[in-house]
Nanobody, 114 residues
Framework: QVQLVESGGGLVQPGGSLRLSCAASTRISINVMGWYRRAPGEEREWVAHITFAGSTNYADSVKGRFTISRDNAKNTVYLQMNRLQSEDTAVYSC?????????WGQGTQVTVSS
C-alpha cells in the first residue's frame, strides 16, 4: 500500500478558504487520487477525484467552490476549497488508486465556524 500524508486542515470562518494537500510516498504513477469527507454523525461522502491525465469530477455539493489538482512529479493531490460553509465541516481524507488497490490517508479536520 501507498502511504498518504495530508496537511492543510484547520479552522476557518464561513466564506473563507483552505487548501488541503496529500502527498503519496511512492515513485509509481498513481492513476486516480481524490478526497472523501465525513461529517460528524454522517456517512463518508465522496468529494472529488482526478485522474493522472487531469480529468476531474466533483460532488454536486462542492462543484464551483472546490478545485482539485495534482502534481504528478510529486505524486501530490491538492484540494482548494473556497466559499466554505458550515456544512463543509468534516474530516477530509485523501485516497489513491494504484492498479485497483485503494490507499487512504489518516484524515485532516476542517472546521468552518464563526
Amino acid at each position: 500500500q501507498v502511504q498518504l500524508v495530508e496537511s492543510g486542515g484547520g479552522l476557518v470562518q464561513p466564506g473563507g478558504s483552505l487548501r488541503l494537500s496529500c502527498a503519496a510516498s511512492t515513485r509509481i504513477s498513481i492513476n486516480v487520487m481524490g478526497w472523501y469527507r465525513r461529517a460528524p454523525g454522517e456517512e463518508r461522502e465522496w468529494v472529488a477525484h482526478i485522474t493522472f491525465a487531469g480529468s476531474t469530477n466533483y460532488a454536486d455539493s462542492v462543484k464551483g467552490r472546490f478545485t482539485i489538482s495534482r502534481d504528478n512529479a510529486k505524486n501530490t493531490v491538492y484540494l482548494q476549497m473556497n466559499r466554505l460553509q458550515s456544512e463543509d465541516t468534516a474530516v477530509y481524507s485523501c485516497f489513491a488508486n494504484t492498479g485497483g488497490q485503494l490507499s487512504w490517508g489518516q484524515g485532516t479536520q476542517v472546521t468552518v465556524s464563526s
